[in-house]
């Protein structure tokens, strides 16, 4: 049966299916809830479908805010009511002098990573203006506030705060209805911000486009539904939805495009 489901998915995804199989059957088989750790927009899609193959199983998720997009997975029999404390999750801000400095989603990241934690470890970075915020696994609050008081030079301090004092992005994907003729990465940079073919491709060789929070080299490679790209200095692409063909054989799409450049205007 799993091989027959993985027929259906990217053959890259094959391990992480095989990891939600195993939540699904401990769930199933100890009667009793399973955490995940944050999982990207398409991760959640693909825990979704396999979860709603089960008939005495269900999945929640929760990323600490209404609009979060990495979302920690809960998977749990159907007796049970799930509740916002089951997801672990803590709001932080970072306290640094704003006079003197500027930090960026990069820097931050950059930091946390290379002090060995994992990216399904922290969820959404929000910026307002000058104030950062990052949701993350509840138990790594003492962590941070202790072991990591520096991003780079500036000296930085982790303020827990409620999960209701986070700030809300500003939300300004806009939805394009297009066509391609193919599902390339490459492709799809290209349409979403009207680059041209060669220059989409060379910026992935370059190592300067993400899919789903991993770097990705190969402008062949094949997006799916609920894929979410994010190209440096471009801006960031949802694919929304395949919408079968038109008569000329191209591939009718939705994406979700935020441009970078019209963000800093």
């Known amino acids: 049966m799993t091989e027959q489901l993985k027929q259906h998915f990217r053959l890259d995804e094959a391990n992480f299916i095989d990891q939600v199989q195993d939540w699904i059957a401990t769930a199933s088989q100890q009667y009793r809830p399973v955490l995940t750790h944050f999982l990207n927009p398409r991760e959640q899609y693909i825990v979704q479908t396999l979860v709603n193959r089960q008939p005495d199983l269900r999945v929640a998720f929760n990323g600490g805010y209404p609009l979060a997009e990495a979302k920690r997975a809960l998977l749990y029999p159907d007796y049970y009511t799930p509740t916002t404390a089951d997801f672990e999750l803590a709001a932080l801000q970072i306290d640094y002098p704003v006079k003197f400095t500027m930090l960026s989603h990069r820097k931050i990241l950059g930091t ?115 894929d979410q790209i994010s190209v440096r200095r471009g801006g960031r692409i949802r694919l929304l939805a395949v919408n079968g063909q038109n008569k000329k054989g191209r591939t009718r799409i939705s994406l979700a495009v935020i441009n970078a450049h019209e963000r800093s205007k």
């Open 112 to 226: 946390l990573l290379g002090a060995g934690l994992k990216r399904g470890s922290l969820g959404d970075f929000v910026q307002d203006d000058l104030v950062w915020q990052i949701i993350v696994e509840a138990p790594l609050v003492a962590f941070l506030q202790q072991a990591i008081t520096k991003l780079g030079r500036i000296q930085i301090n982790w303020r827990r705060i409620e999960l209701a004092a986070i700030v809300t992005p500003q939300n300004d994907w806009q939805v394009q209805e297009t066509t391609v003729s193919s599902l390339r990465l490459d492709v799809l940079v290209a349409v979403a911000f009207n680059y041209s073919r060669t220059k989409a491709k060379s910026l992935v060789e370059h190592k300067l486009v993400t899919i789903n929070w991993q770097m990705m080299e190969r402008p062949d490679y094949v997006v799916a539904v609920h």
